[in-house]
């Protein structure tokens, strides 16, 4: 079904010229000379390649219904951060793999065992993963605190348990499990 290049938003597969695409993200540009128009930031699934497109508000794109299944991720088939990543059917049980083509680095380096996540699925083929909003992870490194460190808006690096970096307030010590962003690897707070 066509639809305006106005609605179109950020994890919906669309056929694009010819190929089936998956928007990473949108933005609205209303420039001073000429008409509006939309920056849509897409990854071709054939080709694995992502750019930028630039759509007329009035272009009207195909919408692909993709399946959303909810799986929930188990371990890492190769043990070293880069996949396959074996996720479980929550419904038939039935294990599978996603390779790191299609799990980026950006969001596989929040993935801990037994996270919950939302798989798209197009005939059967896994397009991506949507994370939850926030992760539970537990420091597995990260500097003491300075004594007397009084300022509040100073971040120091910690390591957590997938092995991701994140920054932290200076009070956080090895041991405790932190609250994250995975879309933006901040820090949300104690768990």
Known sequence: MPIKAT???RGQALMYEGQLHVVLGTEHVKPGKGPAY???KMKNIETGTIKT???NTSDRIEDVSIDRRHWQYLYDGGGRGEGPFVFMDSETYEQVEIGNDVIPIEQSQWLKENTECVVMM????PL???MPTVVELKVTETAPQPKG???TN????AVVETGAKVRVPPFIDIGQVVRINP???EYMGKA
Do not use: C, M, S
């Open 7 to 9: 609605d179109v938003k």
């Open 38 to 40: 939309v920056q849509a």
């Open 53 to 55: 497109n630039r759509l």
């Open 122 to 125: 197009f005939k059967d083929r």
């Open 128 to 130: 991506g993963i949507e």
């Open 149 to 151: 460190a009084t300022a």
């Open 154 to 157: 100073q971040l120091k690096e």
């Open 183 to 185: 879309a933006t690897g």
